[in-house]
Structure formats: C-alpha cells, structure tokens
Nanobody, 123 residues
C-alpha cells in the first residue's frame, strides 16, 4: 500500500510563494511518476504538474507554466511543488498522487492519492 502525505499549504498573498511537499512510502519506487492536482470548491480536480521518478521529466498545466516547478528527491522519497507568483485562482486543495503512466495529465491515470493540503491565495 502506497501512502502519500502532503504538507506545506497555507495562506499567502497574491504574488507570494509556497512550497508543497509530498512524502511517499518506500513502495513508491515501483511507480513511474508522481503528479500534483488541485481541486477548488465546486470544481473538478485538475492537473497541475507531474514528474517521472527516474529521469525527472516534468509536465505542467498551461495555467501554471512559468510559475510552478516540480522536483523529486529519490533518497527522501519526496516530491516538491514550488509555487511562485501565486494568484487567487490558485486557491484549492492540492493533492499528490502516483501513476504508472506517462504522460499522465488526468486523475484517472493515478492510483494512490494523498489527503491534500489547502492553499489559499488572498488578493
């Protein structure tokens, strides 16, 4: 059973930055990629970014390109989402998840999910 735990969410003003972390259990080595999704109230869960474990190839949603970066630490079994120039529309619960597929921009391509961390951007 893969377990994922997100952290790093919080309240930030527009233009600010946050760094989200996702720590995975050891069995995550068997997964090909890690992704970040977000879900705002009343909206569907949407893709934010993803990265492959071995090669570090990254993929981003158009809405965050140039503002967000994603990285992984294979020693710590962790994936990070660095969010810069945050906007009020980035407000959502952010989830990390694992996938055996690439590219993997859709929630149905992921099998294990964390509990989420709230990000709130004030204007």
């Amino acid at each position: 059973q893969v377990q994922l735990v997100e952290s790093g969410g919080g309240l930030v003003q527009a233009g600010g930055s946050l760094r989200l972390s996702c720590t995975a259990s050891e069995r995550t080595f068997s997964r090909y990629a890690m992704g970040w999704f977000r879900q705002a109230p009343g909206k569907e869960r949407e893709f934010v970014a993803a990265i492959t474990w071995n090669s570090g190839v990254a993929d981003f949603a158009d809405s965050v390109k140039g503002r967000f970066t994603v990285s992984r630490d294979k020693v710590k079994n962790a994936v990070y989402l660095q969010m810069n120039v945050l906007k009020p529309e980035d407000t959502a619960v952010y989830y990390c998840a694992t996938s055996n597929r690439w590219p993997a921009p859709m929630p149905r391509m992921y099998d294990y999910w964390g509990q989420g961390t709230q990000v709130t951007v004030s204007s």
